[in-house]
């Protein structure tokens, strides 16, 4: 059995695209598709590296295999071991998620009151603010009566408004303070907010007496702006 170097090179490259993808992931602070794939291939063949390696381990004494050309240092092997590990802890854990995520599911009815509370009550058009962009398609799904705040990647907003994207941010995470109803009113046009119990705009919503709730629904808030 002989090492492949052409593989440990490839591994490297994989491991560094990785960590690349990684970086991406936490400055998005969102998950990247890329992420999971990447984890995959690069623990797959550093699973295969290694085992070669034990395999030729086997076969060769240790001050054999200290001698060998990429092992001259003894510091290479503990950054691969670490690595290693690290890309196997991240895929495992995206695997757990995703096992989780199938088995548990979510049921669009949970949205049903609110959205149909809205379709009902309010004007044709009006605007809604969510909570959280990524619950866009399940309100659009029940009700395309109204319009929503905001539909698509918070990115796309910033590539077209940059000022715009941060005060929709400041807004959901409760940051803008006196300047809430003014964004939400005026900057946004949003006639009601949809809020989940704890989250942190429903605090700034509950001391402001231009907010009314108009509807609730097992914790979960309507908002209307006044």
Not at 18 to 45: H, W
Not at 133 to 150: G, K, Q
Not at 163 to 170: G, P
Request: proline share 4%; net charge positive.
């Amino acid at each position: 059995v002989n090492l492949d170097y052409r593989r440990i090179v490839l591994w490297t490259a994989l491991l560094v695209m990785t960590l690349l993808v990684f970086a991406g992931t936490l400055k998005a602070r969102r998950n990247l598709e890329y992420l999971v794939p990447f984890e995959a291939i690069t623990a797959a063949l550093g699973i295969t590296l290694w085992s070669q390696f034990f395999r030729l381990s086997l076969r060769r004494s240790i001050k054999d295999i200290l001698h060998l050309p990429w092992l001259k240092f003894s510091t290479v092997i503990v950054p691969f071991l670490i690595a290693m590990m690290l890309v196997f802890a991240g895929l495992v854990r995206h695997i757990t998620l995703m096992a989780q995520g199938l088995h548990s599911g979510f049921s669009i009815k949970s949205y049903e009151p609110i959205a149909k509370w809205l379709a009902k009550h309010t004007p044709a058009g009006a605007v809604v603010l969510l909570s959280d962009w990524d619950l866009f398609p399940m309100y659009f799904y029940l009700n395309d009566h109204n319009y929503y705040v905001e539909g698509l990647d918070p990115t796309l907003t910033y590539l077209k408004d940059p000022e715009l994207a941060s005060a929709i941010v400041k807004v959901w995470r409760g940051q803008a303070g006196e300047d809430t109803y003014g964004l939400i009113k005026n900057t946004l046009q949003a006639a009601y907010v949809v809020v989940p119990p704890g989250f942190a705009l429903e605090r700034v919503l509950a001391k402001d007496i231009r907010f009314k709730i108009v509807y609730e629904y097992k914790d979960e808030k309507i908002y209307q702006t006044l």
